[in-house]
């Protein structure tokens, strides 16, 4: 890709299309409906299996299909969903659930506690080759054996009679619930798991079950009904995967889709002009930050100078202003607003190209001695835009060359992967993306930036860091100095480029006006009461 200067990259980049109308035609609000719903960023998804789905778009159909003992509501809040209750023990170390009466698979069958159990060990077991388990579920006594394939048997967890469950934790945890929300702990039927390609067409536990996958195209799911909530008004839930964001944008104006728009991948920045008016465009604020991330165990962004220049470096403000249009809130920390202890005062690094040059002076290295840079980045949404912005503003603001290598999602995805086993043949640098499971400071900082914890693919590390974030961690009673400590943390790592964090992206979406039942969240949409959901009328 070549490398054209940053004045004209930003001419270039503001240039506009035309402005669209959208023609939308009423519909009755009773009776069948339909619901189309892109999938965008990928041409497939990668597992049913809640235990192995490893991405957004995922977790996106994995929601549908399977349920849990809590759910979140429109607030973010932790609620029961096929749990009727629960206790916490004094110390906060027990978690006693009861479950709902005459809960049920799609199948019909029971859900019974025995179900539960074996959903939780299966996420932890190694032979399952998922990574979402053994991380946000590590915390429940015997979850690490599980994990390390010492035993089959998660030790923390046992049915006290039918409808009763009891979980232990290692630590006490004020997001223990929230993580209990995430894919890797809804339930799977015992019996079902042991057919082969069980996770191709799934029995379900949610307000969803399969009607068809057609693999490369779409997947097509109706309503379980034996669901506890009261069955959705859609009768047929189509959802199309796109690679590009702009292809499902063609076809939302087209009539195609009902739905478009994540937060990983929201409507393209370019296209924000032309639909703010419109009645189908909804907005808000997203529990997530664009980064760079640098390989902290090579040269050159094992020197922290180094890592501080390419940050000082970067103009977010004309970055998330002018090549994003104002879509999404420049930032210099970690932590997204709105999540908890966002609103906490840090020290961090703001733009200026002079200090910038002279951080690179301080390490010791020229634009000519540096050697080649690489940024890797995922096809999808408005990446490349921006990732060229960085090229040029590396260039202009610090003299260094740097080349762009583009991959398509899923091999991105994994190349992250393969940087937490092998950093030293990992990526250099690499363009990503972190959106909340759960709206904890937990979730961005001791899950992220924690030496060794399995989402640290650039490999920062700092034991004053490690040791902030261990206490905070624990606090259960103590939210200000909890998120004191947090912030402490994050300081460190912000000054330290554990992470170069770039903006905040907007939830921008296109929906039309007759869907029903939906909340924009930061944590994308969410769906309260499926029996009030609602789509297009045939």
């Known amino acids: 890709m070549k490398s054209i200067t940053l004045r004209l990259l930003l001419c270039l980049l503001l240039v506009v299309t035309a402005v669209s109308v959208f023609h939308t035609p009423a519909y009755a609000q009773d009776g069948t409906t339909t619901l189309t719903w892109s999938i965008e960023g990928v041409n497939d998804l ?21 349920a849990g003992l809590v759910r979140v509501d429109e607030s973010l809040v932790p609620v029961p969903d096929l749990a009727e209750s629960w206790t916490v023990s004094d110390d906060g170390l027990t978690y006693t659930f009861k479950l709902k009466s005459d809960i049920k698979f799609s199948d019909g069958s029971a859900i019974t506690p025995d179900d539960f159990i074996f959903s939780l ?36 967890v046992k049915a006290v009679d039918a409808q009763t469950i009891e979980i232990k934790i290692k630590q006490p945890s004020a997001y223990f619930l929230s993580q209990l929300t995430f894919g890797s702990a809804k339930v799977i039927s015992k019996a079902g798991a042991q057919t082969k390609d069980w996770d191709l067409n799934p029995i379900a536990s ?14 097509i799911l109706v309503p379980n009904k034996n669901y506890w909530q009261p069955a959705s008004k859609i009768s047929t839930l189509t959802m199309p995967f796109f690679q590009d964001s702009e292809t499902a944008y ?20 370019v296209h924000v002009p032309e ?16 980064y760079v991330g640098f390989n902290n165990v090579v040269a050159p962004f094992n020197n922290v100078d180094v890592r501080q220049a390419f940050a000082l470096a970067i103009d977010k403000e004309t970055l998330a202003n002018s090549v994003l249009a ?50 890797t980045y995922g096809v999808e949404g408005d990446n490349e835009r921006v990732v060229t912005v960085l090229q040029a503003m590396w260039k202009e603001n610090l003299g260094v060359d740097v080349t762009l290598e583009p991959l398509e999602l899923a091999t991105f ?19 990503s993306i972190w959106g909340a499971d759960y709206p904890d400071p937990q979730n961005f900082l001791s899950q992220q930036l924690r030496t060794g914890v399995g989402n640290n693919n650039g490999h920062y590390s700092n034991a004053k860091f490690d ?26 790592a912000v000054n330290e480029v554990g992470w170069l964090p770039l903006y905040n992206p907007s939830f921008n979406l296109l929906m039309k006006p007759y869907v029903q039942g939906m909340y924009v969240t930061g944590q994308g949409l969410v769906i309260a009461d499926y029996g009030a959901l609602a789509g297009k009328a045939p």
């Not at 979850?143 to 998660?154: E, F, H, M, Q, R």
């Open 413 to 431: 995805s994994a190349k992250l992967n393969e940087m937490i086993q092998t950093p030293e043949t990992g990526l250099q640098a690499y363009y």
């Open 326 to 375: 104002g879509t999404v809130k420049a930032t210099d920390r970690i932590l997204p607003n709105g999540i908890p202890g966002s609103e906490t005062p840090i020290k961090v690094l703001h733009f200026d190209a002079q200090a910038a040059k002279d951080a690179l002076a301080k390490a010791g290295v020229t634009p000519e001695s540096i050697g080649k840079i690489t940024l």
């Open 46 to 66: 990668s597992s049913l299996d809640p235990a192995k789905a490893s991405n957004a778009q995922d977790f996106q159909v994995v929601g549908l299909l399977y």
């Open 467 to 492: 040791e902030l974030v261990d206490q905070a961690d624990v606090l259960v009673n103590d939210l200000n100095k909890r998120l004191e400590l947090y912030g402490q943390a994050e300081e460190l």
């Open 121 to 156: 060990e299966h996420a932890l077991d190694p032979s399952t080759g998922g990574w979402t388990g053994p991380f946000y579920l590590s915390n429940i006594v015997g979850a690490d054996d599980v994990a390390a394939g010492k035993t089959t048997s998660l030790t923390g």
């Open 250 to 269: 063609q076809l939302y104006r087209t009539g195609g889709l009902d739905i478009m728009g994540s937060q990983q991948n929201p409507i393209p920045a």
């Open 206 to 219: 949610g307000a969803f079950q399969i009607q068809a996958w057609n693999r490369g195209q779409n997947i």
């Open 275 to 290: 639909v703010k008016d419109s009645p189908d465009y909804k907005s808000g604020v997203s529990f997530a930050t664009r």
